[in-house]
């Protein structure tokens, strides 16, 4: 299954040791899953400088996500994104 990313902002792909810094429990359950972390503070700091940044337009655009999948010995992939959607 492929998945299409809308409206990406920021993304962080996590390989092999480095995968130690993510959190054992949100890896277990991002593991094969795309799962979706709801105040992260990435998406707290992301949020913020869109909110700045979209202030002075007449159209908003619709709220970011943060969302996450991991495998075995990495990539870990999260997201911060509009919307997604299967392909």
């Known amino acids: ?50 909110t700045e940044y979209h202030a002075r337009m007449p159209k908003q655009p619709k709220e970011p996500q943060h969302l996450m999948i991991c495998f075995d010995d990495g990539p870990c992939y999260e997201i911060i994104c509009e919307n997604f959607k299967p392909l």
């Open 1 to 50: 299954m492929a998945l299409l990313f809308e409206g990406v902002e920021a993304f962080k792909c996590t390989y092999l040791a480095s995968l130690g810094t993510i959190n054992h429990q949100l890896f277990r359950e991002a593991y094969a899953n795309l799962i979706c972390l709801e105040d992260s503070p990435w998406l707290a700091e992301i949020g913020k400088a869109r």
